[in-house]
């Protein structure tokens, strides 16, 4: 089985430009999370979808941050404009909430790096 | 405000010692908990989850951990590590109260392993 697919794998941009982090959960799966990962801050929740409706988005840093997931099978999210502060690694996770249990599945992530 | 604490942030071991990584939680209900781990330059792969029965969990490559719900702690442990357990390791908690979808992360311990 295919596992959650990021892309792309690098980013290098430059401060000011659009940038678009694409996922795809695992088939089947109702739960979609992004996270980002930097040394400073570890491991934080950014956003976090079900059923393709976005539930929790507390921990997007700002209004540059946005994220969609028009379909079951796909979901971007975009920093418009980047800056260099935003230069992480970016996962996607999905997972499929059964019997109360939510494990979570991570794709492999997206290395930003914004100049 | 609902945390989870690792409290070692870098441990060095060498081969053949036996491990413990400390992590609690502040939850007072019912909780699903989870070791992930991290290799250098990959992503988050799950290492053993508790979601009911027996306290002491058994995982891959050796990995245990053990939850002591009146001490809100799920340690994990190892009774002899290898090189190839270099890595950062994450405890995460999944509050079924607040939000069953939601898994919050510790900030990860960094293992280092000397062979």
């Known amino acids: 089985d295919a596992g959650v697919i990021q892309s792309p794998r690098h980013e290098v941009t430059e401060m000011g430009q659009e940038v678009t982090l694409r996922c795809k959960p695992i088939?089947?799966?109702?739960?979609l999370f992004w996270y980002r990962q930097t040394m400073m801050r570890g491991l934080e929740l950014l956003i976090y979808?079900?059923?393709?409706?976005?539930?929790?988005d507390s921990g997007m840093p700002e209004d540059r941050f946005s994220a969609k997931m028009p379909n079951a099978s796909f979901s971007t999210l975009k920093i418009q404009p980047s800056e260099p502060r935003d230069s992480a690694v970016y996962f996607c996770?999905?997972?499929?909430?059964?019997?109360?249990?939510?494990?979570?599945?991570f794709g492999p992530g997206t290395r930003l790096t914004v100049l | 405000a609902q945390s989870v604490s690792q409290h070692n942030h870098h441990v060095i071991l060498s081969e053949a010692a036996s491990l413990e990584l400390g992590c609690n939680y502040s939850?007072?209900?019912?909780?699903?908990l989870f070791w992930y781990v991290q290799y250098p330059g990959q992503h988050l792969q799950l290492l053993l989850k508790?979601?009911?029965?027996?306290?002491l969990v058994k995982g891959i490559k050796g990995f245990e951990a053990e939850f002591i719900k009146s001490k809100f702690s799920f340690n994990l442990r190892k009774p002899s590590v290898q090189w190839s357990d270099t890595a950062e390791y994450f405890c995460?908690?999944?509050?079924?109260?607040?939000?069953?979808?939601?898994?919050?992360f510790g900030s990860g311990t960094r293992l280092s392993i000397r062979p």
């Open positions: 996770a999905s997972s499929l909430r059964e019997k109360g249990f939510n494990e979570q599945f």
């Open positions: 088939s089947g799966h109702d739960y």
């Open positions: 979808f079900n059923n393709n409706v976005p539930i929790d």
């Open positions: 939850y007072g209900g019912t909780v699903n």
């Open positions: 508790y979601f009911s029965g027996d306290p």
């Open positions: 995460a908690v999944n509050d079924m109260a607040s939000s069953a979808s939601k898994i919050i």
